[in-house]
């Protein structure tokens, strides 16, 4: 009764207005946005993109063998790693799908990267080794690809600076995460975002003087795989979050730790022969039946 009260007191022109109105009545849009950036990358950027994909995978997939993952293990850690700093880009410069999405061909890569891991094609004795080579290879190319990327959405110098270098080191972040163990930006025996943000600023300038050329992109990811790679080498490191104490500069280094489980092996292996030898030592003044001393203490 209620609903033939309300019909009968509404006027039949206003129910007419109230209609949906057909898909011809609305006005054309007067610009089509893209389903995605990717149709709109040149190609040295677009493949490019896929290379830097395909190091970063390599990287995850690297790391899920070391850990012992499964094979599913592996793609999703590689694909994570891969992907995971071009979709946070795409997002925020709202590029529309993101190309990991939007193309299959960006899958490619990381299922590449997996199946070569797989059958031991990229290995390594010293599997922590191949992950960092890897690693910065993906963080040069991002930290290119990802300010180019940036700069063509009309992002100014600074905000396409620190999209680049978020692009660069997203992915590794969200590997080391999964994988439990500490980021390497946050490591501080380890430089890693330094190279990225320089790279990211060359470019970007570069861009905003009209003076880049493909050549120059390939310079400054040479340049920022030679930077991360040294600075593992010789262990620099960025100033410590608060000054004095562990201060150093970053051509200083700090006493060395072990960097992976061999290391650590084999200094525990040192001490206990050092242990070893004061116990075989007839000088010690140590007494196994001194509940204070000998190794009952331990």
């Known amino acids: 009764m209620l609903a033939s009260f309300i019909l009968a007191q509404t006027d039949p022109d206003d129910i007419q207005d109230q209609q949906p109105r057909g898909i011809d009545e609305f006005p054309e849009p007067t610009e089509q946005m ?10 040295i950027v677009y493949f490019a993109d896929l290379s830097g994909v395909f ?4 990287s995850g997939a690297l790391l899920a063998s070391r850990r012992g993952f499964d094979i599913i293990g592996s793609a999703l850690l590689a694909a994570l790693t891969g992907l995971g700093g071009g979709v946070v880009r795409d997002v925020i410069i709202n590029a529309g799908v993101p190309n990991a999405f939007a193309s299959p061909s960006y899958m490619i890569p990381v299922a590449l ?3 070569l891991v797989y059958i031991r094609v990229i290995d390594s004795d010293r599997l922590r080794r191949t992950i960092l080579v890897f690693d910065a290879g993906g963080l040069a190319v991002f930290c290119v690809v990802g300010t180019l990327i940036a ?5 100014p110098v600074v905000s396409a600076t620190l999209l680049g270098a978020a692009t660069a080191v997203f992915g590794g972040l969200l590997r080391d995460v999964v994988a439990n163990q500490i980021p390497a930006i946050f490591n501080p025996h380890d430089i890693y975002a330094i190279p990225a943000v320089s790279g990211a600023a060359v470019v970007a300038i570069l861009n905003a003087l009209d003076v880049y050329e493909p050549l120059w992109g ?6 920022v795989f030679s930077f991360r790679l040294v600075a593992l080498r010789f262990k620099w490191h960025a100033p410590s979050a ?14 060395p730790e072990p960097d992976d489980e061999e290391d650590l092996a ?10 070893d030898d004061l116990d075989d030592d007839p000088g010690s003044d140590s007494d196994d039946s001194d509940p204070d001393h000998g190794p009952d203490k331990f």
């Not at 893209?34 to 190609?43: M, R, T």
């Open 266 to 275: 084999d200094e525990l292996e040192d001490e206990l022969d050092e242990l």
């Open 113 to 115: 990267a997996v199946l």
């Open 34 to 43: 893209p389903d995605s950036s990717v149709d709109y990358l040149p190609d």
């Open 218 to 223: 390939a310079v400054t990811a040479v340049a």
């Open 151 to 155: 700069t063509d959405a009309g992002l």
């Open 242 to 255: 608060a000054f004095g104490g562990t201060f150093a500069w970053p051509w200083q280094r700090l006493d």
């Open 55 to 58: 190091f970063f995978a390599v």
